[in-house]
């Protein structure tokens, strides 16, 4: 896509949530479906916050079984890069 593709994508998606925001914020409809799917919202927002949690912890497991692997191999060294790991103990 060339710079004049992208500057009017750019512009397409911007004007479209501008019109979303202003239907949501400025209008009585809007302010009725925001009431209505605010309690939607709130729970996908819990739903994926659980989920990160729940890859967090996993994660964690793996690593520490990693490392105990490792361990009961002789501590021949990381099977993986460990720079790549965002976990930490």
Do not use: C
Not at 31 to 52: G, M, N, Y
């Amino acid at each position: 896509m060339d710079d004049k593709g992208r500057v009017a994508l750019t512009a397409l998606i911007g004007a479209v949530i501008g019109g979303l925001w202003g239907y949501l914020y400025l209008t009585e409809s809007g302010r009725r479906l925001r009431v209505q799917i605010e309690p939607t919202l709130d729970s996908f927002v819990k739903e994926v916050r659980q989920a990160r949690g729940t890859v967090q912890k996993a994660r964690a497991a793996v690593d520490e079984s990693w490392r105990s692997i490792n361990e009961l191999a002789g501590g021949s060294g990381p099977m993986w890069d460990k720079s790549a790991s965002r976990t930490s103990h």
